[in-house]
């Protein structure tokens, strides 16, 4: 039995987008698209190890986010390095107790 | 989340694709034995491909690409001679390796028949189960999983889902939907129909673990009130690369199978044998009863009041290829990252023209033993056994009473049933292997 596909009509939050969002879309508007735009301006480009293309090269990173952090679990098919890569945008540190 | 892109070169199966190419170097159920008992020809459609399996005249199986070559009649229409499949339309005959061996309309002097050659793949018989593999040759071995091949009452239940086989096999390494969608949400359907849910699938979870293996990807789990000591951490349970897993528990071993037919498509078997500790015989089958598996009501709703139709209605409800590029994973979803590097690698090494590493068997074997809790959840075996067959897919089986009968023989036997003298929760006492 085929299941109906939802449409952005079916969304009472949809907002019609433009560029670049559309051309980046797999499915309807949400609200989280800025969230599939920011994974790709992250993404690792080369493997911190050898410095082979991660993507083009034939590797995967995967996103996965743990608590403030986006973190892309990353595999490198030119050298076989895999690690967990995040971007830091503010060092932290704790206060020890005094 | 993923790309776009890299979403696309995970889930698309067809020829030539990277995934496609990966997903060929292994074997697939495709039919059970006794349809093609009843009928020879079947016509199939596996990773993107249509195909006419048939059952040759000499008792083993072929099978061939669909469309005959020459004016692309469907051979699933065709004849089973001695020498292969005919089809239909003008009788040309091809043997299972796709040779083209007769033309009879063609003058006795021509050649043509020697340019013509339709793809064929390979086919053979396995627990009841047609299996074919598609891939390169040669071809690995057929693996004989234990629960395939060892002695017990065989019950497998089926559907086709609409949706991609690699979203239903990231559940397989996703252990926390257990106490949510089997746990919270399965009482919180007991409670709007009247019935009680399970409790032990409503445990949750203390620690989870993953550890590559041969085979694929070991899941352990320590569930509350339980110790590393139990089954669950001891031992633990098998996804099988690329598109099963492995679970059991109180004299119940099942292979669940989620077979690519193509992009948007799988075709689910839960391949159960019931072979509780107590019994060395079983109720005599000829073939494994085998049974179509509903999942939606008569107004088109998901059924949701039994395991698998839980698990059904979470992966088909993702889409008919689930949007990797709007989820957001974290760090409990280790499994699912763990799953979708391994394809990668795996697919990585079929593009530069070698074999995979996991799963793949090239010797010659009867029986291979996969890794499976015996003692599940720290429950009392019978019990596990009964509610197996109630609130999941076995209550949908013909053999259903059958099925209760032989965990009940079998506890009765072992002193186990209620009122009987207490034994040792754990019948097999040392755990083989461990």
Redesign the interface.
Known sequence: ???K?PTPSDYPNHIESEEPVRG?R??GV?W?DP??LS??DD?PRFCPNCGAAV?EN?????????AEQRIY?T?C?GCGW?GDITRVHRMTSHEAEH | ???????ESLTKVGPGTPMGELLREYWYPVAFQKDLDEWPIKKIRLLGEDLALWKTAQGGYGIIQEKCPHRSASLVYGVVEEEGLRCGYHGWLFDNTGTCLEQPAEPETSVFKTKIRAFAGKAAEMGGMIWAYLGPDPAPELPHFDVFVDPGFKDVSFTTL?CNWLQIMENSVDPHHVEWLHGRYFQFVGEQKGFLAPASFQKRHVKIGFDPIEWGILKRRVLQGNTEEMDDWKIGHPLVFPFSMRVGGGGIEQMQMRVPIDDTHSWVLFYTSHQPPGLTEFPEQIYPESYELPW?DDK?NHIVDYIEGQDIMAW?TQ?DVA?R??E????S??GV?ML??MF??Q??LV?AGQDPTVNFVRSEHERIALPCEKDKFGVNWLDFALAWADMGSTRYSPALDIIKKVHIDAAAARGQLPGQDGQPSNPYGEVPGQ
């Open positions: 039995m085929k299941l596909q980046k797999f499915t949400h989280w969230d599939r994974h790709l993404l993507v034939g590797g995967i990173s995967v996103e996965y986010w743990e679990h595999w098919h895999a | 989340m993923l790309s776009k892109e890299q979403n609409p939606l088109g088909v889409g949007d590029t709007a957001h994973i974290g760090k979803d280790i990252i979708r590097r990668r690698e697919m990585a593009e």
